[in-house]
């Protein structure tokens, strides 16, 4: 049950308020409950005055790297930052494995578990050369960049990976007796610097049924605050503040925009070769 968080601004900006100060920040997020720590692993990415991915991440538990982890969060003054606290669902607990990955100035960050892997890896084609692990997530991001090369668009990037999950687990569902769909969340968020995009959808759950500090929010479901020239979508709300949820399966993109940012939403209507795609969230 990894969390996710992304903010976008007009102008470059700190984010150490959601990610370390507010009484659920993602800091806070990582050891909120005992019974669920998110000890697998953290990063933070953002981008510097050329533009360009920085990223520092870690295997070890955010909790236990606290100093860290601020001396991260106030280093990252960017237009656009990502941030990830890992629950991991591979026995995987390195640096490698963390998130966010990066390639190709994009930095893009996961919440699921993508089942079947090795069929997206095959399916990437020249791209399957650039994964660097055999993380599950990093084959999805490179899947996203696939199809956004294909799409130019990051929502149609993110509507074809479903699109492409749902017609290889046509043909290979037969190899995992103990799944029922090809992936539990598709959860992501992505930047290349100008903008934030992502995408809320499970077709399956996870390692939890809700949130890690709002019990009443379902484990699937992300969270977006505007204020201001300041955008942020997180996991869950990442402070007491006004949040507002979104209705998955959809796809939101943040972008500065003429003094503000400019926030789209686009619901998917979502189909595969054996029917409609499931949303965990509806039951």
């Not at 990063?43 to 606290?66: C, H, I, M, N, Y």
Request: hydrophobic content about 35%.
């Amino acid at each position: 049950m990894c969390r996710l968080f992304a903010q976008v601004s007009t102008r470059p900006e700190r984010a150490r308020d959601l990610l370390v100060d507010s009484d659920f920040s993602l800091l806070r997020q990582a050891d909120f409950d005992p019974a669920n720590p998110q000890k697998d692993g953290w990063g933070l990415a953002w981008f510097d005055a050329d533009g360009l991915p920085r990223v520092t991440k870690s295997g070890r538990p955010a909790a236990s790297e606290r100093e860290r982890f601020i001396r991260t969060a106030d280093e990252a003054v960017s237009t656009a930052i990502l941030g990830h606290i890992r629950a991991a669902s591979n026995p995987h607990r390195d640096d490698a494995h963390a998130h966010p990955f990066e390639d190709e100035g994009w930095v893009f960050a996961h919440n699921g578990t993508l089942t079947i892997q090795r069929e997206v890896a095959r399916a990437l084609g020249p791209r399957k050369s650039r994964l660097k692990t055999d993380s599950d997530s990093e084959a999805y991001f490179q899947q996203f960049l696939k199809h956004l090369a294909a799409t130019g668009d990051p929502s149609r990037a993110f509507e074809a990976c479903v699109n492409e999950d749902w017609r290889l687990w046509e043909d290979c569902r037969a190899s995992y007796p103990d799944a029922d769909t090809p992936y539990t969340s598709l959860n992501a968020v992505a930047s290349d610097g100008k903008g934030v995009y992502a995408l809320c959808h499970a077709s399956r759950r996870g390692l939890a049924a809700h949130g890690i500090c709002h019990g009443d929010q379902p484990w699937s479901v992300m969270s977006y605050t505007l204020r201001g020239r300041r955008f942020a979508l997180a996991s869950e709300g990442a402070d007491s503040g006004e949040w507002i949820r979104l209705v998955p399966p959809e796809t939101i993109s943040a972008v500065p925009k003429e003094g503000t940012v400019e926030v789209r939403r686009r619901r998917l209507d979502l189909a595969s070769p054996l029917g409609p795609v499931p949303e965990v969230s509806r039951t």
